[in-house]
């Protein structure tokens, strides 16, 4: 069976400083990958996609990036956070057309 | 970029009572799908619909691709507790399909 962990699960960090969540899937291979960040209380707002290794399509202009360095494994990175970069993130996978499957999360406070 | 119209945003019942909350669009979608969100964790997926008109069930839970293929349901029968959280539709449009198009949640509150 497959299975996608996220790691932190909780980060309190200061503006300006450096961010990379990570986010890994077990149990299948090439699968698209996704990246979502989701404010208090709100919908899921898509960041960044990625259908291989290499290949990532961003969403919105911000000040996040991504990067898929191996098959199965996501980053999310920002060289310098903003206090509007605090939110509940969520990484999920999905075989190509089909359903998605979620992360357990990383909530950034970003202060 | 496209919308889709979830309603209602949140819902106060009494435990037992059923439930029924409902996505629509403008535009044409080839998969719908239902996540639960509970607190301070990521969706789970509920149910996923393929194909026009068609009624899926899952335990308490039933939803269906609406005939038109702008809109969808879920409802849940007989609210227990756990029911609690919050519901997302999510849709698959026939271009851009790599992505999904999220429903804005309707958030359930249930009273024992």
């Known amino acids: 069976s497959q299975t996608i962990h996220q790691w932190p699960a909780t980060l309190v960090q200061p503006v300006g400083s450096p961010l990379s969540l990570e986010c890994t899937v077990e149990?299948?291979?090439?699968?698209?990958l996704y990246w979502y960040r989701q404010a208090a209380g709100r919908g899921l707002q898509l960041l960044f996609y990625s259908v291989g290794i290499g290949q990532i399509s961003s969403e919105v202009p911000q000040n996040l990036s991504a990067s898929r360095p191996q098959d199965r494994q996501f980053i999310l990175s920002s060289k310098k956070l903003l206090l509007s970069d605090s939110g509940f993130y969520l990484c999920a996978w999905s075989r190509i057309l089909n359903e998605q499957f979620f992360g357990p999360g990383t909530r950034l406070t970003v202060l | 970029g496209q919308q889709l119209n979830q309603s209602p945003q949140s819902m106060f019942i009494q435990e037992g009572e059923d439930v029924s909350m409902n996505c629509t669009s403008s535009?044409?979608?080839?998969?719908w799908l239902w996540y639960k969100q509970d607190p301070g964790e990521g969706p789970v997926l509920l149910i996923a619909l393929y194909k026009a008109g068609e009624l899926t069930s899952n335990g308490r839970l039933t939803a269906q691709f609406g005939i038109t293929r702008k809109d969808s349901f879920l409802n849940i029968s007989a609210s227990i507790p756990s029911d609690v959280g919050i519901y997302f539709c999510?849709?698959?449009?026939?271009?851009?399909?790599?992505?999904?198009?999220f429903g804005q949640g309707t958030r359930l509150t249930i009273n024992p």
């Open positions: 999510a849709g698959r449009l026939i271009q851009g399909a790599q992505k999904l198009v």
């Open positions: 535009s044409i979608f080839n998969t």
């Open positions: 149990g299948t291979s090439n699968p698209n």
